[in-house]
């Protein structure tokens, strides 16, 4: 016995002959309770007052899962009644997901159905395509998918001869969520959005896309196997999500001064100010850099003439690209602590003595670890101040 709710997504109430219990799991000779499947929840309800909380498909039929285990027996007639409110949140959310679909049929190039899911409140849809999905085309598909909505577009269902629906090219086949479910099927259902969509689904759904309501595509995402997932609302989620987006950009516009249409050149102002100033303070950073380098005391050590002192304000990142410059006549190495989270210690050479060595003299003094080459390396995770480090490299040979 097969669920008779995808070709009856009308029918919420009926009367029944139970065909097995076992405990909690309950077989009936028909019904109208959707199972899980297809990336469609199962249908919420009750039978004789008792609240159906799973629907599963089985082996021997459509199990209904019971929130305790009834007094009825088989051969008894129950009463069944399925959740009114969430029946038709999921046959308005399924046909949404099908005209999205169809809306990135006509954005998208070479585009695939990859998986279908219906949440509580957001749906997904996983698209592949030869096309990035970017902003702008993510929300051209949900411009499509309301003017769907707002055509009031019929929907209608038939079975077709399996191997004739896989030749039809205009048939969306969900491989992922319909695997194994059509594979020895002799025909398949096929729905179809009226001059919009076409595909392979035994799913639930609305009889025209007006009932479906408005739609908002919310994010976009990557699960893998070169597919994009696009989540989105249907209903009073899609109204809320959209008036979030509003408030949003009115505030947005108002602290900009400008108004909403406005806010991509706001935005494209601001970001190129914001540069010019990354810009600016990179070059005072480097300037005042360099200026606490060149107040650096002159040290013998190592057989020759070093640069060694501490120097606040900068990582040994910043230190890389500088301490080369000092190096030449007659300084021999630079040596320069400071500190980045805990003290660190980074040595350039002009190749007599080995800055690696010097590294390593002071984490093992200290504590700490590091690495580098003979002309440059760097420690960190010292636990003492930055002028004991100073102290020790002043002192050395």
């Given at each position: 016995m097969?669920?008779?709710?995808?070709?009856?997504?009308?029918?919420?109430?009926?009367?029944?002959?139970?065909?097995a219990?076992?405990g909690?799991?309950?077989?009936l000779h028909?019904?109208?309770?959707?199972?899980?499947?297809?990336?469609?929840?199962?249908?919420r309800?009750?039978?004789?007052?008792?609240?159906?909380v799973?629907?599963?498909?089985?082996?021997?039929?459509?199990?209904?899962?019971?929130?305790?285990?009834?007094?009825?027996?088989?051969?008894?007639?129950?009463?069944?009644?399925?959740?009114?409110?969430?029946?038709?949140?999921?046959?308005?959310?399924?046909?949404?997901?099908?005209?999205?679909?169809?809306?990135?049929?006509?954005?998208?190039?070479?585009?695939?159905?990859?998986?279908?899911?219906i949440?509580?409140?957001t749906?997904?849809?996983?698209?592949?395509?030869?096309?990035?999905?970017?902003?702008?085309?993510?929300?051209?598909?949900?411009?499509?998918?309301?003017?769907?909505?707002?055509?009031?577009?019929?929907?209608?269902?038939?079975?077709?001869?399996?191997?004739?629906?896989?030749?039809?090219?205009?048939?969306?086949?969900?491989?992922?969520?319909?695997?194994?479910?059509m594979?020895?099927?002799?025909?398949?259902?096929?729905v179809?959005?009226e001059?919009?969509?076409?595909?392979?689904?035994g799913?639930?759904?609305?009889?025209?896309?007006?009932?479906?309501?408005?739609?908002?595509?919310?994010?976009?995402?990557?699960?893998?196997?070169?597919?994009?997932?696009?989540?989105?609302?249907?209903g009073?989620t899609?109204i809320d999500?959209?008036?979030?987006?509003?408030?949003?950009?009115?505030?947005?516009?108002?602290?900009l001064?400008?108004?909403?249409p406005?806010?991509?050149?706001?935005?494209?102002?601001l970001?190129?100010?914001?540069d010019?100033?990354?810009?600016q303070?990179a070059?005072?950073?480097?300037?005042?850099?360099?200026?606490?380098?060149?107040?650096?005391?002159?040290?013998?050590?190592?057989?020759?003439?070093?640069?060694?002192?501490?120097?606040?304000?900068?990582?040994?990142?910043?230190?890389?690209?500088?301490?080369?410059?000092?190096?030449?006549?007659?300084?021999?190495?630079?040596?320069?602590?400071?500190?980045?989270?805990?003290?660190?210690?980074?040595?350039?050479?002009?190749?007599?003595?080995?800055?690696?060595?010097v590294?390593?003299?002071?984490?093992?003094?200290?504590?700490?670890?590091?690495?580098?080459?003979?002309?440059?390396?760097?420690?960190?995770?010292?636990?003492?101040?930055?002028?004991?480090?100073?102290?020790?490299?002043?002192?050395?040979d």
């Amino acid at each position: 016995m097969e669920t008779l709710a995808p070709d009856n997504p009308e029918t919420l109430s009926f009367d029944t002959t139970v065909a097995a219990v076992d405990g909690r799991e309950v077989l009936l000779h028909e019904t109208y309770f959707y199972p899980e499947g297809g990336g469609q929840p199962a249908d919420r309800g009750v039978i004789d007052d008792l609240p159906v909380v799973d629907v599963q498909k089985s082996s021997a039929g459509v199990a209904h899962t019971l929130a305790e285990e009834p007094e009825f027996e088989k051969g008894d007639t129950v009463h069944c009644v399925v959740d009114a409110a969430f029946r038709t949140y999921c046959k308005r959310a399924h046909t949404a997901s099908h005209v999205l679909f169809g809306a990135g049929r006509r954005v998208l190039d070479d585009v695939g159905y990859a998986g279908f899911d219906i949440g509580e409140e957001t749906v997904r849809v996983d698209f592949t395509a030869d096309t990035e999905i970017t902003d702008e085309r993510m929300v051209e598909m949900e411009r499509l998918a309301n003017r769907a909505v707002w055509d009031s577009l019929p929907v209608t269902w038939e079975y077709e001869d399996t191997k004739t629906a896989r030749e039809r090219e205009e048939v969306a086949f969900n491989t992922k969520t319909e695997e194994g479910a059509m594979a020895d099927a002799d025909e398949v259902r096929v729905v179809t959005v009226e001059g919009w969509d076409v595909a392979a689904c035994g799913g639930t759904h609305v009889a025209n896309t007006q009932e479906i309501g408005p739609i908002s595509v919310l994010e976009r995402s990557n699960p893998g196997e070169g597919a994009t997932r696009v989540e989105f609302a249907v209903g009073p989620t899609a109204i809320d999500a959209a008036a979030d987006r509003h408030v949003a950009a009115r505030e947005a516009a108002q602290a900009l001064d400008v108004s909403p249409p406005d806010l991509p050149d706001a935005v494209e102002r601001l970001t190129d100010e914001r540069d010019d100033l990354r810009e600016q303070l990179a070059d005072l950073k480097s300037e005042l850099l360099s200026l606490r380098l060149d107040d650096l005391e002159a040290v013998e050590r190592d057989g020759g003439r070093w640069l060694v002192g501490a120097v606040e304000g900068a990582t040994p990142n910043d230190l890389e690209g500088e301490l080369a410059a000092y190096l030449g006549d007659d300084i021999d190495g630079v040596a320069v602590t400071g500190t980045s989270g805990e003290t660190f210690v980074v040595v350039a050479t002009a190749g007599d003595a080995d800055a690696n060595a010097v590294v390593q003299d002071v984490t093992g003094e200290f504590g700490g670890g590091g690495g580098g080459s003979p002309t440059f390396a760097q420690g960190g995770g010292i636990p003492v101040p930055p002028l004991e480090v100073v102290g020790y490299l002043r002192n050395g040979d």
